[in-house]
């Protein structure tokens, strides 16, 4: 049986190949209301994000997951992307999910037992599986806790580059790299460009600690493709001008 690519993955790739590099708005359903969601994805939207995830922390489930992707719905065209921390982050309304195996978890459910239970959910919400391997790179922050992760070094690129690659070998179209939540800063430029340059064509998406502009730019001229802020943007007092700063920065 051949897999097709969806149509939520092609337009993120057209988008990296057309922008240069495509930005993602990540809203967690239990930072704030489903209403002020909906108005975080629309500012994000007016500032030139390509997609809205949805999802993150072990409260982003159930009704509140629900209703906060029918709000976004209501403020935005732009595909809705689930970013589930287990199979309590599915939900029927949104148009895509980010399958994902943390590769560096100590624990088996988060590398495969949780996507084992999710699958047919997935099948039977009728959302598109994008498929993409999950890698924390130190600090961590709370994803790296609760996923209990092997935080690769930041001083060790190459560990993250074999993950990486073996990643590319089982098929997955989509890597991400993640200091976590909140980081103080980024993932090393140098970790991304060896990252990149064992990828090839595999698209890597970096987050965690991104907090301006420049700092974006820094990891696309590395070699991120697609680069995703969550906390900066919840932080921020103007969505709109902060979004925009950063997809400004980032595209050709």
Avoid: W
Avoid at 29 to 37: I, L, W
Avoid at 58 to 79: C, F, N, R, S, Y
Avoid at 135 to 153: C, H, N, S, W, Y
Wanted: aromatic letters at 4%; glycine letters at 10%.
């Amino acid at each position: 049986m051949r897999f097709e690519i969806g149509r939520v993955e092609q337009r993120l790739a057209r988008a990296v190949q057309e922008q240069g590099a495509a930005h993602l708005t990540l809203i967690d359903p239990d930072s704030q209301s489903p209403a002020e969601a909906a108005l975080m994805a629309e500012a994000a939207t007016n500032g030139g994000t390509d997609a809205i995830m949805v999802g993150g922390s072990v409260g982003a489930a159930g009704v509140l997951l629900h209703e906060t992707v029918q709000q976004i719905k209501k403020k935005t065209d732009l595909p809705i992307i689930l970013f589930p921390g287990n199979v309590a982050g599915l939900c029927e309304n949104a148009d895509a999910v980010f399958f994902m195996s943390l590769l560096n978890s100590r624990i088996t459910a988060y590398i495969v037992e949780n996507q084992v239970l999710g699958a047919p959910l997935v099948l039977r919400y009728g959302l598109e599986a994008i498929p993409m391997a999950y890698i924390i790179v130190e600090p961590g922050g709370t994803v790296g806790f609760v996923g209990d992760a092997r935080l690769i070094p930041r001083k060790k690129p190459e560990l993250a580059a074999a993950y990486a690659l073996a990643a590319k070998y089982m098929g997955m179209r989509l890597v991400y790299l993640e200091a976590g939540s909140g980081a103080n800063s980024p993932v090393p430029s140098e970790m991304v460009a060896v990252v990149k340059r064992a990828l090839g064509d595999v698209l890597l998406v970096v987050g965690g600690g991104i907090r301006s502009g420049a700092a974006a730019a820094e990891l696309v001229k590395a070699g991120a493709d697609l680069i995703v802020t969550g906390t900066a943007v919840e932080r921020t007092g103007d969505v709109t001008s902060f979004v925009s700063e950063l997809t400004l920065s980032i595209r050709r």
